[in-house]
């Protein structure tokens, strides 16, 4: 399975016909082109390449170097794929994890936003971190500049742990300036996950579809900062569509960082005018001793 997802890793609905065609993905090894194109439906030479791939690597090594590179595969009919993850309308088939996987048993929360905070954006990341990680939770980012990388920082400087949602292979990290981040932190207190096999460089289209497991895996979506047109709010969406909790930090009506978050307070999202307010909100989350199962 991992090896084929090597290069069927961007499509979902390919996949799925796969394993109604090879529920074992055994059968495929022995296919010729022809029969792949026919029962995969893709194209002569997506057929020729993957037929290419299968004959001239070898599957164990394949394995192996991701485990040499400690990469481990979580495929989503393992007992520990992450169950809020599993729910979504399209939940990635392999998750590529590198760092703490007991993470993915906490409680989560996705902290997202603008790439150019302001001041005021960056006080309210470490302040909200430091009280989101007292109630034992994790906090999701997506290993973006500006808040997410803030959201990151923040909750390891609180004694947190964090999960980073990448947009491209673990090889390829992006943004390049980030590396030291991931190299530095105790693997401890870091998870690293992408749904993109090692090798695959980050694409304009990976960082919005990458946003369905951030806002996937949490049990709420906080908002911190952003403009009107900006992929948080395309975060904020997805986590509706979940049904999990979005809120929005308010701001300047005078800042085009704080457009986005006003709005989306405008359009139903808790207003998160202070602290309290995920108490006040989400107050079984927020305890301390609540069982955490029931929300990772």
């Given at each position: 399975?991992?090896?084929?997802?090597?290069?069927?890793?961007?499509?979902?609905?390919?996949?799925?016909?796969?394993?109604?065609?090879?529920?074992?993905?055994?059968?495929?090894?022995?296919?010729?082109?022809?029969?792949?194109k026919k029962n995969l439906l893709i194209s002569d030479g997506a057929a020729?390449?993957?037929?290419?791939?299968?004959?001239?690597?070898?599957?164990?090594?394949?394995?192996?170097?991701?485990?040499?590179?400690?990469?481990?595969?979580?495929?989503?009919?393992?007992?520990?794929?992450?169950?809020?993850?599993?729910?979504?309308?399209?939940?990635?088939?392999?998750?590529?994890?590198?760092?703490?996987?007991?993470?993915?048993?906490?409680?989560?929360?996705?902290?997202?936003?603008?790439?150019?905070?302001?001041?005021?954006?960056?006080?309210?990341?470490?302040?909200?971190?430091?009280?989101?990680?007292?109630?034992?939770?994790?906090?999701?980012?997506?290993?973006?500049?500006?808040?997410?990388?803030?959201?990151?920082?923040?909750?390891?400087?609180?004694?947190?742990?964090?999960?980073?949602?990448?947009?491209?292979?673990?090889?390829?990290?992006?943004?390049?300036?980030?590396?030291?981040?991931?190299?530095?932190?105790?693997?401890?207190?870091?998870?690293?996950?992408?749904?993109?096999?090692?090798?695959?460089?980050?694409?304009?289209?990976?960082?919005?579809?990458?946003?369905?497991?951030?806002?996937?895996?949490?049990?709420?979506?906080?908002?911190?900062?952003?403009?009107?047109?900006?992929?948080?709010?395309?975060?904020a969406d997805l986590a509706l569509e979940q049904g999990r909790e979005v809120?929005?930090?308010?701001?300047?009506?005078?800042?085009?960082?704080?457009?986005?978050?006003?709005?989306?307070?405008?359009?139903?999202?808790?207003c998160l005018y202070n602290e309290q307010t995920l108490f006040e909100y989400?107050?079984?989350?927020?305890?301390?001793?609540?069982?955490?199962?029931?929300?990772?």
């Amino acid at each position: 399975m991992i090896h084929v997802h090597a290069l069927l890793y961007s499509q979902t609905s390919v996949w799925k016909r796969l394993v109604a065609w090879d529920p074992t993905i055994q059968n495929i090894y022995n296919a010729s082109a022809n029969e792949i194109k026919k029962n995969l439906l893709i194209s002569d030479g997506a057929a020729k390449r993957l037929v290419q791939w299968l004959n001239q690597s070898n599957p164990f090594e394949y394995v192996a170097m991701l485990k040499h590179h400690n990469i481990f595969p979580l495929s989503i009919e393992d007992s520990h794929y992450p169950t809020l993850l599993s729910h979504i309308y399209d939940p990635p088939i392999l998750l590529y994890c590198k760092g703490n996987q007991h993470l993915l048993t906490m409680k989560k929360v996705a902290m997202v936003g603008s790439r150019t905070p302001s001041l005021y954006g960056k006080q309210v990341v470490k302040r909200l971190s430091t009280v989101i990680v007292e109630t034992g939770s994790a906090i999701v980012s997506g290993l973006a500049r500006g808040v997410d990388i803030e959201a990151h920082q923040s909750a390891i400087k609180a004694g947190g742990c964090t999960i980073a949602v990448t947009a491209s292979g673990f090889f390829h990290p992006y943004p390049p300036e980030h590396q030291a981040f991931l190299t530095d932190t105790s693997p401890q207190s870091l998870l690293v996950v992408s749904e993109y096999p090692p090798h695959v460089k980050p694409k304009k289209w990976h960082f919005p579809t990458r946003n369905r497991i951030i806002s996937g895996l949490s049990y709420a979506t906080i908002i911190i900062e952003a403009k009107r047109k900006s992929g948080s709010l395309i975060t904020a969406d997805l986590a509706l569509e979940q049904g999990r909790e979005v809120f929005a930090v308010p701001g300047s009506i005078f800042s085009p960082e704080s457009e986005g978050t006003n709005w989306l307070i405008s359009q139903g999202a808790y207003c998160l005018y202070n602290e309290q307010t995920l108490f006040e909100y989400m107050p079984n989350f927020m305890s301390k001793s609540i069982e955490r199962k029931r929300f990772s």
